[in-house]
Nanobody, 115 residues
Framework: QAHLVETGGGLVQVGGSLRLSCAPP?????????LGWYHKAPGKQHKLVAT???????NYDDSVKGRFTISVNNSVNTWYLQMNDLKPEDTGIYYC????????WGPGTQVTVSS
């Protein structure tokens, strides 16, 4: 199973927005029953914050509910995480992976929210 590569992170002020993307390396295709976005805050373990299943059903951790939206474009094998109303506690590295049973981690993308 090819790993996934995350992009789109950056430095943003409180209340700002970012859109993260997740895709396999060029020439690869990944099929998952469900994909998850994970947040790794400094000094903490990976935390699953959003998932999307093959049927499009989504779930969110309470900490991001109403602010983050997970989606997928199957035609380009790419998943997204729209992050709105960002807070300092959203700072960390974001990874995408199989939901609930992650395989090899990609490089992640750094999100820094400044107050």
């Amino acid at each position: 199973q090819a790993h996934l590569v995350e992009t789109g992170g950056g430095l943003v002020q409180v209340g700002g927005s970012l859109r993260l993307s997740c895709a396999p390396p060029p020439g690869n295709r990944v099929t998952l029953n469900a994909l998850g976005w994970y947040h790794k805050a400094p000094g903490k373990q990976h935390k699953l914050v959003a998932t999307i299943g093959r049927t499009g059903v989504t779930n969110y951790d309470d900490s991001v509910k109403g602010r983050f939206t997970i989606s997928v474009n199957n035609s380009v094998n790419t998943w997204y995480l729209q992050m709105n109303d960002l807070k300092p506690e959203d700072t960390g590295i974001y990874y995408c992976n199989a939901a609930y049973s992650p395989f090899t981690w990609g490089p992640g993308t750094q999100v820094t929210v400044s107050s």
